[in-house]
């Protein structure tokens, strides 16, 4: 796994990276925290894994994600994005 960006927003208390992996088959969510956690040494319940992207006939894969100083500020984050989920959807 290539790391392309690393950095530190102190504001939401995370870490958010993107990186590069190449692999045969599109990684889950779950392969991806856990090969984060493997690479930054962080608990697997404090990373939230937002995209796995890849391209037709490529084998890499970007990975974008965060890893959280603690599950609590996880939590809330999960929560933010929902609300705004939720307010962005058009009424039916």
Do not use: C, H, W
Not at 29 to 56: C, T
């Amino acid at each position: 796994m290539e790391i392309k960006k690393d950095t530190k927003n102190a504001l939401l208390g995370r870490r958010e990276i993107k990186a590069v992996l190449e692999s045969a088959k599109n990684p889950s969510y779950a392969e991806a925290a856990k090969l984060i956690a493997e690479q930054f040494k962080a608990s697997e319940e404090n990373i939230l894994v937002e995209a796995v992207k890849g391209k037709f006939g490529m084998s890499t894969f970007l990975i974008s994600a965060s890893i959280y100083d603690s599950k609590e500020l996880m939590e809330a984050a999960k929560k933010r994005q929902t609300k705004v989920k939720k307010a962005a959807a058009p009424a039916a």
